[in-house]
Each structure stands twice: as C-alpha cells, then as structure tokens.
C-alpha cells in the first residue's frame, strides 16, 4: 500500500539465486522487512535491516540496502522448492504504521 | 502458545449484512492492525491501535468500524457489507516494550466473501 512498490510476479530454476527487489517511499523508516506468504496462510517475518546498515547476511538471504534510492533487496541463495511464496517487503513509518508492497509471487521451478 | 487468533476463518455475506471479525491475541502487546489483501495490491492497512481504549484510522478506512476495549482484543466491523469488502482480512500485533520497532505477528486471516 502507499507506494511500496515490488514487482508482482518472479521465476527462478532450483539452485539458482533469486532477487525480490523493493521501492519505499519515507526515509525515516528506522526498520525495513522482509516477509513471507505461504498459501493459505499469514505473513511470517524473514529477516529485516536497520536503516543504518547496507547490507545484511542471514544463511541464504541477503538484504542489501540503498537509502539514497530507496531501494530494497532481498536475495536467496540456493533457491529451493519450499522457497516459493509470496515475498513482501515493509516499512515501519511515523506513527508505528506497518506499509506492505505488493508482494512478489515467486516460483521456484524444479 | 497461540499468539493471533482470527475468528472466523471463512465468512460469505449477504450485500448489505453486518458482521465482526475478532482478532486476539496472547502476546501482551500493545499495537494491533486490521489489513486486508487483494491481489496486486498487497497488504493495505485499514485501521490500527496503539493501546487499549484508542484507534485510528489507516490507508484504506471507509466501511469498517473498529474497537479495542481490551487490550489482547482488537475487533473490525463491517456495517453494511458490499462486495467491494471480499477480500482476505489479517490481524497483526506487535510490542513496543522494547525500543525501537520490532516483529509482527500475524493471524492465520479470515477469508470474506461478499455476495
């Protein structure tokens, strides 16, 4: 919502590396997240950065930061079939209001 | 330990039929959020609550009352349900114990359709 933008749609081939980029709009968001939308189900977090950092490694993921675009990334190293999702990046903005983008729908193909 | 719980899971409704959607949760926190998600679009928030007693009013309002009386409660009602209203609806919470932001959990949804 609110222009947190993301592409909609993501394809990768097993083992692959796969990357779900991600636009926001407020610079003082403190926090940027990443979460992750199984069928039928609600919205766990993955993993989530500071706005201070540029980068932030957690076993397979990847979050790289670029405040001055106000871009957002997230890669999966080693994509697997149990990988395929939605994928929705999010910002905490003034007021404590979570904003979702649009979410990617990723497929992973064996 | 159950965390959000959204009840109920499914719901079909008459044009113009009222209902509530209960969330709540076991957590002790004191921010909750009503969202709904439509295809491409994402999770748009609706309405949200930063403690027990207070509301206010996110991107998406029009057509939905809410109310947090309790604290572990956070309820959406829709008055006059219209078919613009079918969608899958989510309740989140979150805790502000600690400084600075923090995780949200999320129910499972409520999947309302509108006929």
């Known amino acids: 919502g609110e222009d947190v933008e993301q592409s909609l749609f993501l394809s990768v081939r097993e083992g692959d590396s796969s990357v779900i980029n991600c636009t926001y709009t407020d610079s003082s968001s403190t926090y940027l997240y990443w979460y992750k939308q199984e069928p039928g189900a609600g919205l766990q977090l993955l993993t989530y950065?500071?706005?201070?950092?540029d980068m932030k490694q957690d076993q397979r993921l990847t979050v790289l930061l670029n405040k001055k675009d106000k871009h957002l990334s997230l890669r999966i190293a080693d994509t697997q079939t149990g990988d395929s999702a939605i994928y929705f990046c999010?910002?905490?903005?003034?007021?404590?209001?979570?904003?979702f983008g649009t979410g990617t729908s990723l497929t992973v193909i064996p | 330990n159950a965390g959000v719980t959204q009840t109920p899971k499914f719901r079909v409704l008459k044009t113009g039929q009222s209902m509530t959607l209960l969330c709540a949760q076991d957590?002790?926190?004191?921010?909750m959020y009503w969202y709904r998600q439509d295809p491409g679009m994402g999770l748009r928030l609706i309405h949200y609550s930063v403690g027990e007693g207070t509301t206010a009013k996110g991107e998406v309002p029009d057509g939905y009352n809410v109310s947090r009386l309790k604290k572990q409660n956070f309820l959406l009602g829709l008055e006059s349900a219209a078919p613009s209203q079918t969608s899958v609806y989510f309740c989140?919470?979150?805790?502000?114990?600690?400084?600075?932001?923090?995780?949200?959990?999320f129910g499972q949804g409520t999947r309302l359709t509108v006929v």
């Open positions: 999010a910002e905490s903005r003034t007021g404590n209001q979570f904003y």
């Open positions: 989140a919470s979150r805790s502000m114990a600690v400084p600075g932001d923090t995780e949200a959990f």
């Open positions: 950065i500071f706005s201070n950092m």
């Open positions: 957590m002790n926190h004191e921010y």
